[in-house]
């Protein structure tokens, strides 16, 4: 039963994004809107996008960069709280955090798609 949940746990690291499209798929047959759907998709997506970028750099280069990547959240965070005082002069914690959560999904899911395609040519063109 453990080795199932091994596989499973690696595959959805391996392969986020057609985890990601099954998630909102399920997401969307569930809440029936389209952006309830697409917030929960990126609410539950994003801690798999920070550990899928985590998995993709300990394999491109060799090295543990989660330390970094801790170090990011937190400045986005910090950033994310100050962005929130400014325009509206009193934090809300929940809805920095929120915002926090969505942006990093954002950059997350980008970082992987350009880490992959960084692995690919890597790959393809100079091994």
């Given amino acids: ?55 993709l750099l300990m394999v491109l280069f060799e090295r543990s960069f989660f330390p970094f990547i801790l170090i990011f959240l937190l400045l986005l965070l910090g950033v994310s709280i100050i962005t929130q005082y400014k325009l509206k002069e009193e934090v809300q914690l929940f809805r920095a955090v929120r915002g926090f959560w969505r942006v990093s999904f954002l950059l997350f899911g980008l970082f992987y798609v350009g880490l992959s395609t960084f692995g690919l040519i890597l790959r393809l063109f100079f091994s």
């Fill in 1 to 55: 039963m453990s080795d199932w949940l091994a596989y499973g746990i690696a595959a959805v690291l391996t392969l986020p994004l057609p985890f990601l499209f099954v998630f909102y798929f399920f997401a969307r047959k569930w809440s029936k809107h389209k952006w309830k759907a697409i917030h929960r998709t990126a609410g539950f997506t994003a801690p798999v996008f920070v550990l899928a970028v985590h998995v």
